[in-house]
């Protein structure tokens, strides 16, 4: 079990405001935490937001060292911006032909900027590439090394910021659903994580936050068309499964359409791991 607690603060770039939350506990416990920006980042990102893409641009072709990968990302948003809002031929040649190139090197290094630039409303007129950047980074983040910045994202008040995280998440889980699956016992630490309430919770809010209109006949869908229609929040539910099902049972009984879903959900992934390894827990193939 996490012992969690909440550590508040806030970093306003064009009305963004970051809500950190820290769990602290024992050695293995995971940290809800984005990654720090670097100095000229910050300094980018206010000169961005007051619409100086220019110097932007230069702010980013002086750096020497760029262990985040953000040199690319900042010169591409302000030739967005400038082809945008100046009409500007080079800006406008840029923007179309560095795509591919920039979306390819996207990791979850460029998280803290990115999350950042797609939320500032002079960008809002390219929400389709700043989704796309967006769940490119979250994808490519999918892993060990950016667990607690995936954690910290799902609470993020920005919706494409926040699915992101979702996917992120989910492609973690999926590894550690394949660990079970093969004959293996998740770690101590991925047991506290996966299992921690303040995580479940989130995650059986986030699947009341719409609702799906086949909600009344999942238990008609066969088990593989029933995950692909629920997706996001309740797949990751049925990946963590047994320590989920107290919560979402609990969710269901005060109206959450969408948690008495999941839970059907979650019952074919248990029923999955129980019929290749009869003696198994969610967390390991032999019970132990």
């Known amino acids: 079990m996490i012992v969690s607690g909440k550590k508040i603060s806030s970093i306003v770039i064009a009305g963004f405001i970051v809500i950190s939350m820290v769990w602290p506990g024992p050695a293995c416990a995971v940290t809800w935490e984005e990654r720090p920006l670097l ?31 953000n040199v690319p990302v900042f ?21 179309k032909q560095q795509y591919n190139m920039v979306i390819n090197r996207l990791s979850g290094a460029n998280l803290a900027v990115l999350t950042r630039l797609v939320v500032m409303p002079q960008t809002s007129w390219n929400a389709k590439i700043n989704n796309s950047f967006i769940e490119a980074a979250f994808e490519k983040a999918g892993n060990e090394l950016y667990l607690g910045a995936i954690l910290f994202y799902l609470s993020n008040t920005a919706p494409e910021v926040a699915k992101g995280a979702v996917g992120g998440l989910c492609a973690i889980l999926q590894n550690k659903r394949e660990i079970v699956m093969n004959g293996g016992t998740l770690s101590q630490e991925d047991r506290a994580w996966m299992s921690d ?25 066969p088990a593989v068309a029933r995950k692909k229609v629920m997706g996001g929040p309740s797949l990751c539910l049925a990946l963590i499964e ?10 269901a009984g005060m109206g959450n359409a969408n948690a008495a879903s999941t839970i059907q959900l979650v019952q074919d992934a248990r029923g999955e791991r129980l019929a290749r390894y009869p003696n198994s827990t969610w967390y390991s193939a032999t019970g132990r």
């Open 75 to 95: 010169i591409y948003f302000s030739h967005a911006q400038k082809y945008y809002l100046e009409k500007n031929r080079t800006s406008a040649a840029y923007y």
């Open 197 to 221: 309430p303040t995580l479940l919770k989130l995650l059986i809010r986030k699947t009341g936050e719409s609702i799906s209109p086949l909600s009344g006949f999942m238990s008609k869908l």
């Open 242 to 251: 047994d320590p989920a099902l107290p919560l979402l049972r609990e969710a």
């Open 39 to 69: 100095a000229w980042e910050k300094r980018a990102l206010e000169v961005f937001d007051v619409n100086n893409y220019d110097r932007v641009i230069a702010m980013a072709q002086e750096q020497t060292d760029d262990p985040n990968g």
